[in-house]
């Protein structure tokens, strides 16, 4: 009730949504530095070429539109556990996202999404070199806009809830700067494949 009275001149509906999605991403640099100490240590860990994600927000429609807020995290983390150290990144993303409604059916809904995210973003390195004393700990952070580009599609199973599923493209490149360990940049860039549900209002 309280959404719906706050819900912008001209809107005739709104939905809150949110997901889980899975992203491919161009960790080059700290990919190196993975490589780096998988020689050093003895021990191979994976590589960061995806990650894991959550996403939610608010949409308002009107005459074939949507608009809203949307905010997302993405994060991985890898440890080379016989030699105590870690690995670790996250980035917490907020901004306007629009979409073009292109083909309604009575179930099904697809929309062409766009989206522009202000990101905060921190790199973490964490390794202990003596048993029982504190970590050593090199951390950055790292701020940035990007932009995405998504095709989603809404199945309504009752006229208030509906899944979506949603393929796009993210923009996002943040320079981190750890000159030492030859780590500048910060690229989350890559595909995104999301499923979620959206309760209308």
């Not at 927000?57 to 539109?65: K, R, Y």
């Not at 990144?89 to 629009?98: A, C, H, I």
């Not at 580009?149 to 199945?155: D, F, K, R």
């Amino acid at each position: 009730m309280v959404l719906v009275l706050m819900m912008p001149l001209g809107a005739t509906a709104a939905e809150i949504y949110g997901g889980l999605s899975w992203n491919s991403v161009e960790m080059d640099e700290v990919n190196e530095l993975i490589d780096v100490g998988n020689s050093n240590m003895g021990e191979a860990i994976d590589s960061v070429d995806s990650v894991w994600g959550y996403y939610g927000g608010v949409l308002f429609s009107a005459d074939g539109l949507k608009y809203g807020l949307e905010v997302e995290q993405l994060s991985f983390s890898r440890s080379w556990e016989r030699h105590d150290a870690s690995i670790s990144g996250s980035t917490l993303g907020y901004g306007p996202v629009v979409g073009l409604t292109l083909v309604t059916t009575e179930k099904l809904t697809l929309t062409a999404v766009g989206s522009i995210l202000f990101h905060n973003s921190e790199l973490e390195i964490r390794q202990r070199l003596v048993p029982d004393e504190e970590e050593q700990v090199i951390a950055k952070e790292a701020s940035g806009v990007g932009y995405k580009l998504a095709l989603a599609c809404e199945y309504r199973i009752t006229d208030s809830f509906s899944l979506f599923g949603r393929i796009g493209h993210r923009v996002l490149n943040q320079e981190v700067g750890i000159q030492m360990l030859n780590v500048n940049e910060f690229d989350w860039t890559g595909l995104e494949s999301a499923a979620g549900f959206s309760v209308g209002f």
